[in-house]
């Protein structure tokens, strides 16, 4: 149930953000306020998975918490940048050349350099909270929520034509 309405979040938020829009599309785009309730949306019901599939003792929710926060909030950052970058490829679509692909293709390899670079940043904090073997089963549900959210993108992004 939780997944579901993970997805719906998702598909919503990007579905009506925009980003894939055509010219067959008549959706009014939403507002900056509208779109950030739909991101604390997705963002609690990911803590709720993440409470529900780590199931955390007392001790490790005091640790994990404080630590996850912070890496939300980069991880927002990272997601804002690919939001940019996904608007910018919709904007172009319809006149896409090769240099403004070639420039969105840098972005993204290197919006996926940052998400890595973030996932290093914070494992020996998570490790530190919880230890090596539940940072990593954090690791792998992090790591599903993310390719949920990357698929349902990626579903609705266009291919170049």
């Given at each position: ?6 997805l719906l979040a ?92 070639a420039q969105l ?57």
């Open positions: 149930m939780k997944l579901t309405r993970l998702i598909f919503l938020l990007v579905s009506v953000s925009g980003i894939a829009q055509t010219a067959n599309v008549h959706a009014q785009p939403l507002s900056d306020d509208d779109i950030k309730l739909f991101k604390e949306d997705v963002q609690a019901v990911k803590d709720d998975i993440i409470n529900h599939t780590m199931m955390f003792t007392d001790a490790e929710n005091a640790t994990f918490w404080p630590v996850y926060r912070e890496y939300a909030k980069d991880q927002r950052a990272v997601a804002d940048k690919r939001l940019a970058l996904i608007t910018d490829y919709a904007q172009s679509l319809d006149k896409m050349d090769d240099a403004k692909a293709t840098d972005r993204l390899l290197q919006i996926e350099d940052e998400t890595q670079a973030l996932r290093r940043q914070y494992l020996p904090k998570f490790q530190k909270a919880l230890g090596a073997k539940r940072a990593a089963k954090f690791y792998q549900v992090d790591n599903r929520l993310t390719l949920i959210v990357d698929v349902q993108l990626a579903s609705e992004v266009p291919l170049i034509p």
